[in-house]
Protein backbone atom coordinates (compact mmCIF):
# COMPACT_ATOMS: atom_id res chain seq x y z
CA UNK A 1 0.00 0.00 0.00
CA UNK A 2 1.26 3.59 -0.75
CA UNK A 3 2.38 5.94 1.82
CA UNK A 4 -0.35 8.55 3.40
CA UNK A 5 0.19 12.21 1.74
CA UNK A 6 -0.59 14.70 3.94
CA UNK A 7 -2.68 17.40 2.66
CA UNK A 8 -2.97 20.58 4.29
CA UNK A 9 -6.28 23.09 3.92
CA UNK A 10 -6.62 26.53 4.90
CA UNK A 11 -9.72 28.12 6.07
CA UNK A 12 -10.93 24.72 6.59
CA UNK A 13 -13.96 26.05 8.00
CA UNK A 14 -15.10 28.31 5.63
CA UNK A 15 -17.00 27.03 3.03
CA UNK A 16 -14.66 25.64 0.35
CA UNK A 17 -12.74 24.14 3.11
CA UNK A 18 -16.58 22.05 3.95
CA UNK A 19 -17.01 20.92 0.14
CA UNK A 20 -13.32 20.54 -0.19
CA UNK A 21 -12.26 18.21 2.98
CA UNK A 22 -14.35 15.59 1.89
CA UNK A 23 -13.64 15.32 -1.57
CA UNK A 24 -10.30 14.87 -0.87
CA UNK A 25 -11.19 12.30 1.41
CA UNK A 26 -12.54 10.11 -0.97
CA UNK A 27 -9.77 10.43 -3.70
CA UNK A 28 -11.11 12.92 -6.29
CA UNK A 29 -7.88 14.82 -5.66
CA UNK A 30 -5.08 11.98 -5.47
CA UNK A 31 -7.10 8.88 -6.79
CA UNK A 32 -9.36 6.01 -5.32
CA UNK A 33 -5.86 4.16 -4.27
CA UNK A 34 -4.17 7.16 -2.78
CA UNK A 35 -4.45 7.74 1.47
CA UNK A 36 -4.20 10.84 2.84
CA UNK A 37 -3.93 12.65 6.01
CA UNK A 38 -5.95 16.10 6.30
CA UNK A 39 -3.93 18.97 8.04
CA UNK A 40 -6.97 21.71 8.72
CA UNK A 41 -6.07 24.87 9.70
CA UNK A 42 -8.84 28.11 11.02
CA UNK A 43 -8.20 30.58 13.02
CA UNK A 44 -9.14 30.82 16.87
CA UNK A 45 -12.83 32.44 16.58
CA UNK A 46 -13.72 29.53 14.29
CA UNK A 47 -12.53 26.78 16.27
CA UNK A 48 -15.49 24.71 17.53
CA UNK A 49 -16.66 25.23 14.09
CA UNK A 50 -13.21 23.26 13.29
CA UNK A 51 -13.92 20.88 15.27
CA UNK A 52 -17.32 19.95 14.25
CA UNK A 53 -15.71 19.28 10.74
CA UNK A 54 -13.56 16.74 12.13
CA UNK A 55 -16.06 15.49 13.95
CA UNK A 56 -18.31 14.53 10.50
CA UNK A 57 -14.90 13.40 8.66
CA UNK A 58 -14.54 11.32 10.90
CA UNK A 59 -18.15 10.24 10.76
CA UNK A 60 -18.13 9.68 7.29
CA UNK A 61 -15.35 6.96 7.83
CA UNK A 62 -14.03 7.26 4.84
CA UNK A 63 -11.70 4.77 3.58
CA UNK A 64 -8.94 6.54 2.11
CA UNK A 65 -8.65 9.09 5.18
CA UNK A 66 -5.38 8.14 7.91
CA UNK A 67 -5.72 11.25 9.84
CA UNK A 68 -6.59 14.14 10.96
CA UNK A 69 -5.21 17.14 12.14
CA UNK A 70 -7.17 19.83 13.19
CA UNK A 71 -5.19 22.91 14.52
CA UNK A 72 -5.54 26.92 14.68
CA UNK A 73 -1.96 26.80 14.86
CA UNK A 74 -0.02 27.70 11.85
CA UNK A 75 3.09 25.93 12.10
CA UNK A 76 1.58 22.68 13.23
CA UNK A 77 -0.69 22.64 10.34
CA UNK A 78 2.60 22.49 7.81
CA UNK A 79 5.05 20.02 9.32
CA UNK A 80 5.29 17.70 6.84
CA UNK A 81 2.88 18.28 4.21
CA UNK A 82 3.30 17.16 0.86
CA UNK A 83 0.68 19.43 -0.77
CA UNK A 84 -1.01 22.96 0.48
CA UNK A 85 -4.21 23.99 -0.45
CA UNK A 86 -4.47 27.66 0.66
CA UNK A 87 -8.39 28.68 0.66
CA UNK A 88 -8.35 30.58 4.13
CA UNK A 89 -8.40 34.02 4.29
CA UNK A 90 -10.70 37.34 4.79
CA UNK A 91 -13.75 37.30 2.89
CA UNK A 92 -14.59 40.22 0.74
CA UNK A 93 -17.28 41.97 2.11
CA UNK A 94 -19.83 44.20 0.53
CA UNK A 95 -18.89 47.43 0.55
CA UNK A 96 -15.11 46.15 0.83
CA UNK A 97 -12.45 47.37 -1.75
CA UNK A 98 -10.13 45.08 -3.27
CA UNK A 99 -7.40 47.60 -1.52
CA UNK A 100 -8.94 46.33 2.32
CA UNK A 101 -9.05 42.85 1.22
CA UNK A 102 -5.41 42.73 0.68
CA UNK A 103 -4.30 44.73 3.70
CA UNK A 104 -6.29 41.76 5.56
CA UNK A 105 -4.44 38.96 3.27
CA UNK A 106 -1.14 40.06 2.21
CA UNK A 107 -0.04 40.15 6.20
CA UNK A 108 -1.76 36.34 6.00
CA UNK A 109 -0.12 35.09 3.24
CA UNK A 110 3.39 36.82 4.17
CA UNK A 111 2.99 34.53 7.45
CA UNK A 112 2.11 31.21 6.34
CA UNK A 113 4.60 30.99 3.55
CA UNK A 114 7.49 31.59 6.53
CA UNK A 115 5.40 28.74 8.20
CA UNK A 116 5.54 26.38 4.81
CA UNK A 117 8.72 27.15 4.14
CA UNK A 118 9.75 25.85 7.77
CA UNK A 119 8.09 23.38 8.28
CA UNK A 120 6.25 21.62 4.49
CA UNK A 121 8.15 18.60 2.84
CA UNK A 122 11.28 20.33 0.65
CA UNK A 123 9.28 19.48 -2.50
CA UNK A 124 5.65 20.51 -0.84
CA UNK A 125 2.81 21.90 -4.29
CA UNK A 126 1.05 24.94 -3.32
CA UNK A 127 -2.04 25.89 -4.47
CA UNK A 128 -3.59 29.23 -3.52
CA UNK A 129 -7.56 29.22 -3.96
CA UNK A 130 -8.14 32.58 -1.55
CA UNK A 131 -8.55 35.82 -3.24
CA UNK A 132 -6.39 38.10 -4.66
CA UNK A 133 -5.32 34.15 -5.44
CA UNK A 134 -2.50 35.16 -7.84
CA UNK A 135 -1.24 37.88 -5.80
CA UNK A 136 -1.55 35.61 -2.59
CA UNK A 137 0.80 33.16 -4.64
CA UNK A 138 3.27 36.00 -5.39
CA UNK A 139 3.50 36.95 -1.86
CA UNK A 140 3.77 33.43 -0.57
CA UNK A 141 6.75 33.17 -3.36
CA UNK A 142 8.43 35.92 -2.08
CA UNK A 143 8.35 35.04 1.89
CA UNK A 144 9.01 31.15 1.42
CA UNK A 145 12.35 31.89 -1.08
CA UNK A 146 13.54 28.15 -0.87
CA UNK A 147 10.49 26.67 -1.88
CA UNK A 148 10.85 26.38 -5.65
CA UNK A 149 9.05 28.66 -7.64
CA UNK A 150 7.33 25.57 -9.83
CA UNK A 151 5.56 24.60 -6.83
CA UNK A 152 3.72 27.70 -6.36
CA UNK A 153 0.52 27.93 -8.34
CA UNK A 154 -3.06 29.48 -8.32
CA UNK A 155 -6.34 28.76 -8.89
CA UNK A 156 -8.30 29.43 -12.40
CA UNK A 157 -9.66 25.66 -12.86
CA UNK A 158 -13.06 26.86 -11.84
CA UNK A 159 -13.06 29.52 -14.70
CA UNK A 160 -11.78 27.00 -16.87
CA UNK A 161 -14.42 24.29 -16.08
CA UNK A 162 -16.98 27.28 -16.63
CA UNK A 163 -15.55 27.92 -19.73
CA UNK A 164 -15.50 24.30 -21.02
CA UNK A 165 -19.51 23.83 -19.17
CA UNK A 166 -20.39 27.13 -21.16
CA UNK A 167 -19.56 25.94 -24.05
CA UNK A 168 -20.49 22.47 -23.90
CA UNK A 169 -24.22 24.03 -23.54
CA UNK A 170 -23.58 26.16 -26.27
CA UNK A 171 -23.11 23.57 -28.44
CA UNK A 172 -25.08 20.28 -26.70
CA UNK A 173 -22.19 17.68 -26.18
CA UNK A 174 -20.77 16.38 -23.28
CA UNK A 175 -18.70 18.54 -21.25
CA UNK A 176 -16.16 16.06 -21.30
CA UNK A 177 -16.31 16.11 -24.98
CA UNK A 178 -14.70 20.07 -25.24
CA UNK A 179 -11.26 20.96 -24.74
CA UNK A 180 -8.25 22.96 -24.72
CA UNK A 181 -10.56 26.69 -23.85
CA UNK A 182 -8.11 28.57 -21.94
CA UNK A 183 -8.18 31.23 -19.32
CA UNK A 184 -5.02 33.89 -19.30
CA UNK A 185 -4.39 36.11 -16.65
CA UNK A 186 -5.32 37.33 -13.36
CA UNK A 187 -8.56 35.43 -12.00
CA UNK A 188 -10.73 38.74 -11.54
CA UNK A 189 -12.72 40.12 -13.85
CA UNK A 190 -9.99 41.08 -16.28
CA UNK A 191 -9.50 37.40 -17.21
CA UNK A 192 -9.39 36.49 -20.71
CA UNK A 193 -11.15 33.09 -21.16
CA UNK A 194 -10.12 32.43 -24.82
CA UNK A 195 -12.00 29.98 -27.14
CA UNK A 196 -9.77 29.74 -30.24
CA UNK A 197 -8.06 26.70 -29.79
CA UNK A 198 -11.33 24.78 -27.64
CA UNK A 199 -12.22 21.96 -29.59
CA UNK A 200 -15.18 19.95 -29.57
CA UNK A 201 -15.64 15.66 -30.42
CA UNK A 202 -18.78 15.45 -32.02
CA UNK A 203 -20.31 12.69 -34.46
CA UNK A 204 -17.86 13.95 -37.58
CA UNK A 205 -14.78 13.70 -35.12
CA UNK A 206 -12.76 16.96 -33.23
CA UNK A 207 -13.86 20.15 -34.59
CA UNK A 208 -12.89 23.76 -33.86
CA UNK A 209 -15.39 25.45 -31.33
CA UNK A 210 -15.45 28.56 -33.22
CA UNK A 211 -16.28 26.16 -36.04
CA UNK A 212 -18.95 24.52 -34.49
CA UNK A 213 -20.56 27.54 -32.83
CA UNK A 214 -20.53 29.51 -36.11
CA UNK A 215 -21.15 32.69 -34.05
CA UNK A 216 -17.78 35.25 -34.04
CA UNK A 217 -20.00 37.63 -32.01
CA UNK A 218 -21.07 34.93 -29.02
CA UNK A 219 -17.12 33.79 -29.25
CA UNK A 220 -15.69 37.14 -28.75
CA UNK A 221 -18.53 38.75 -26.39
CA UNK A 222 -20.63 36.88 -24.82
CA UNK A 223 -18.83 33.96 -23.58
CA UNK A 224 -16.24 35.93 -22.35
CA UNK A 225 -18.46 37.80 -19.95
CA UNK A 226 -20.36 34.73 -19.32
CA UNK A 227 -17.49 33.08 -18.14
CA UNK A 228 -16.05 36.36 -16.49
CA UNK A 229 -19.45 37.20 -14.52
CA UNK A 230 -20.49 33.60 -13.08
CA UNK A 231 -18.64 34.15 -10.18
CA UNK A 232 -21.33 37.51 -9.48
CA UNK A 233 -24.11 35.56 -10.93
CA UNK A 234 -23.88 32.56 -7.86
CA UNK A 235 -23.27 35.60 -5.54
CA UNK A 236 -26.28 36.94 -6.41
CA UNK A 237 -28.37 33.57 -6.58
CA UNK A 238 -26.90 32.03 -3.54
CA UNK A 239 -25.86 34.79 -1.65
CA UNK A 240 -23.02 33.30 -1.00
CA UNK A 241 -20.20 32.57 -3.30
CA UNK A 242 -19.33 29.39 -5.57
CA UNK A 243 -17.91 26.74 -3.14
CA UNK A 244 -18.51 23.15 -4.39
CA UNK A 245 -17.57 24.02 -7.52
CA UNK A 246 -14.54 25.77 -6.42
CA UNK A 247 -13.67 22.77 -4.38
CA UNK A 248 -14.13 20.57 -7.14
CA UNK A 249 -12.08 22.67 -9.39
CA UNK A 250 -9.00 22.57 -6.44
CA UNK A 251 -9.23 18.83 -6.57
CA UNK A 252 -9.00 18.99 -10.55
CA UNK A 253 -5.76 21.34 -10.48
CA UNK A 254 -3.92 19.40 -8.26
CA UNK A 255 -5.12 15.84 -9.59
CA UNK A 256 -3.86 17.23 -12.95
CA UNK A 257 -0.37 18.70 -11.78
CA UNK A 258 0.57 15.39 -9.96
CA UNK A 259 -1.17 12.75 -12.17
CA UNK A 260 -1.03 14.35 -15.19
CA UNK A 261 -3.07 15.51 -18.00
CA UNK A 262 -4.40 13.65 -20.71
CA UNK A 263 -2.05 13.83 -24.52
CA UNK A 264 -3.61 16.76 -26.64
CA UNK A 265 -5.13 18.12 -23.61
CA UNK A 266 -4.60 21.31 -21.74
CA UNK A 267 -5.61 22.90 -18.89
CA UNK A 268 -5.23 26.55 -17.10
CA UNK A 269 -3.19 27.38 -14.04
CA UNK A 270 -1.92 30.47 -12.38
CA UNK A 271 1.73 30.02 -12.60
CA UNK A 272 5.06 31.83 -12.43
CA UNK A 273 5.72 33.36 -15.73
CA UNK A 274 8.92 32.88 -17.36
CA UNK A 275 8.34 35.53 -20.20
CA UNK A 276 6.12 33.29 -22.72
CA UNK A 277 3.73 34.92 -24.87
CA UNK A 278 5.08 38.59 -23.78
CA UNK A 279 3.73 37.82 -20.41
CA UNK A 280 6.17 39.79 -17.76
CA UNK A 281 8.17 37.58 -16.12
CA UNK A 282 8.08 36.99 -12.44
CA UNK A 283 3.97 37.67 -11.86
CA UNK A 284 2.02 34.62 -11.36
CA UNK A 285 -0.23 34.87 -14.46
CA UNK A 286 -2.87 31.99 -15.85
CA UNK A 287 -1.63 29.88 -19.14
CA UNK A 288 -2.51 26.85 -20.28
CA UNK A 289 -0.24 24.03 -19.40
CA UNK A 290 0.48 20.55 -20.05
CA UNK A 291 1.41 18.33 -16.92
CA UNK A 292 3.33 15.41 -16.79
CA UNK A 293 5.38 13.41 -13.61
CA UNK A 294 4.19 16.12 -11.61
CA UNK A 295 5.50 18.89 -13.53
CA UNK A 296 3.53 22.03 -15.22
CA UNK A 297 5.08 23.88 -18.53
CA UNK A 298 3.51 26.13 -20.31
CA UNK A 299 2.03 25.26 -23.75
CA UNK A 300 4.04 26.70 -26.47
CA UNK A 301 3.76 28.27 -30.04
CA UNK A 302 -0.18 29.18 -30.21
CA UNK A 303 -0.38 31.86 -32.35
CA UNK A 304 -1.95 35.11 -30.60
CA UNK A 305 -4.07 37.41 -32.45
CA UNK A 306 -4.26 41.24 -31.80
CA UNK A 307 -8.07 41.06 -30.33
CA UNK A 308 -5.89 38.09 -27.79
CA UNK A 309 -3.03 39.69 -27.29
CA UNK A 310 -4.90 43.57 -26.09
CA UNK A 311 -6.97 41.07 -23.82
CA UNK A 312 -4.09 39.39 -22.19
CA UNK A 313 -2.17 42.76 -21.76
CA UNK A 314 -4.89 44.18 -19.93
CA UNK A 315 -4.86 41.65 -17.25
CA UNK A 316 -1.29 41.33 -17.19
CA UNK A 317 -1.05 45.38 -15.99
CA UNK A 318 -3.76 44.54 -13.72
CA UNK A 319 -1.92 42.02 -11.97
CA UNK A 320 1.45 44.34 -11.71
CA UNK A 321 -0.90 47.33 -10.30
CA UNK A 322 -1.89 44.39 -7.23
CA UNK A 323 1.29 43.42 -7.14
CA UNK A 324 2.44 47.40 -6.25
CA UNK A 325 -0.93 46.90 -4.57
CA UNK A 326 0.42 44.07 -2.08
CA UNK A 327 3.71 45.43 -1.53
CA UNK A 328 2.33 49.29 -0.21
CA UNK A 329 0.31 46.83 2.41
CA UNK A 330 3.16 44.93 3.39
CA UNK A 331 5.42 47.73 4.20
CA UNK A 332 2.47 49.65 6.10
CA UNK A 333 1.85 46.93 8.64
P1 LIG B 1 -15.18 31.56 3.90
O1 LIG B 1 -15.18 32.94 4.48
O2 LIG B 1 -16.39 30.71 4.01
O3 LIG B 1 -13.96 30.73 4.52
C1 LIG B 1 -12.70 31.29 4.72
C2 LIG B 1 -12.14 30.66 5.96
O4 LIG B 1 -10.81 31.15 6.12
C3 LIG B 1 -12.90 31.04 7.24
O5 LIG B 1 -13.26 29.87 7.95
C4 LIG B 1 -11.90 31.89 8.00
O6 LIG B 1 -12.01 31.76 9.41
C5 LIG B 1 -10.59 31.30 7.50
N1 LIG B 1 -9.43 32.15 7.75
C6 LIG B 1 -9.36 33.50 7.86
N2 LIG B 1 -8.11 33.88 8.16
C7 LIG B 1 -7.37 32.75 8.23
C8 LIG B 1 -6.03 32.50 8.52
N3 LIG B 1 -5.17 33.49 8.81
N4 LIG B 1 -5.60 31.21 8.53
C9 LIG B 1 -6.44 30.21 8.26
N5 LIG B 1 -7.75 30.39 8.00
C10 LIG B 1 -8.21 31.64 7.97
O7 LIG B 1 -14.75 31.75 2.38
P2 LIG B 1 -14.87 30.71 1.18
O8 LIG B 1 -16.15 30.92 0.46
O9 LIG B 1 -14.53 29.36 1.66
O10 LIG B 1 -13.73 31.26 0.21
C11 LIG B 1 -12.38 31.22 0.59
C12 LIG B 1 -11.53 32.05 -0.37
O11 LIG B 1 -11.54 31.49 -1.67
C13 LIG B 1 -12.00 33.48 -0.52
O12 LIG B 1 -10.85 34.32 -0.53
C14 LIG B 1 -12.64 33.49 -1.90
O13 LIG B 1 -12.62 34.76 -2.48
C15 LIG B 1 -11.75 32.53 -2.62
N6 LIG B 1 -12.32 31.93 -3.83
C16 LIG B 1 -11.47 31.71 -4.89
C17 LIG B 1 -11.89 31.10 -6.04
C18 LIG B 1 -10.95 30.87 -7.17
O14 LIG B 1 -11.40 30.38 -8.21
N7 LIG B 1 -9.66 31.18 -7.08
C19 LIG B 1 -13.28 30.66 -6.18
C20 LIG B 1 -14.10 30.88 -5.02
C21 LIG B 1 -13.61 31.50 -3.89
Known amino acids: PKDAVRILVTGAAGQIGYALAPMIARGIMLGPDQPVILHLLDIQPVAESLKGVRMELIDAAFPLLQGI ?4 DVNEACKGVNIAVMVGGFPCKEGMERRDVMHKNVPIFK ?31 EFAPSIPVKNITCLTRLDHNRALS ?10 RDVKNVIIWGNHSSTQYPDANY ?16 ADDHWIDYEYINSVRERGAEIIKARKLSSALS ?10 DWIIGTAKGTWVSMGVYSDGSYGIQPDIIYSFP ?4 KGEWS ?26 SLAYSCLNQT
Open 69 to 72: LATT
Open 111 to 141: AQASALEQHAAPDCKILVVANPANTNALILK
Open 246 to 255: AASAACDHVH
Open 166 to 175: HISERLNVDV
Open 289 to 292: VTCQ
Open 298 to 323: IVQGLKINEFSREKMDTSMKELTREE
Open 198 to 213: AIATTDIGEKSVRELV
